[in-house]
């Protein structure tokens, strides 16, 4: 084999490994452009869910709970007082 045919040799298997890169890439854009339109219909389906949740669900006032302290504490005074009359 001469010089020229080795770097001719050489060179075609560059561009071959080239290409399987290339299309190697190709590929995997596809599955990851195929795997996003699949997570955004899953994102769009929980933005539905969260929007009819919202409508559904009763308004919860001020958004807070009474302080589960000061209920106590309040039970317990009123106690005192019933006992001290």
């Known amino acids: 084999m001469s010089i020229t045919d ?3 040799a050489a060179k ?3 561009v071959e490994i080239s290409e ?3 299309n190697q890439a190709v ?3 596809r599955f990851l452009q195929r795997r996003n339109e699949v997570l955004s219909a899953k ?3 929980l933005n539905l869910f969260t929007t009819i949740f919202r409508i559904i669900s009763p308004p919860s006032g001020e958004g ?3 302080d589960i302290a000061w209920i106590i504490e309040r039970a317990i005074l009123g106690s005192k007082k019933e006992k001290e009359s």
């Open 20 to 22: 399987r890169v290339l």
């Open 64 to 66: 807070m709970q009474e």
């Open 6 to 8: 080795a770097f001719s």
């Open 12 to 14: 075609s298997e560059k």
């Open 27 to 29: 590929s995997e854009i």
């Open 43 to 45: 994102v769009d389906v």
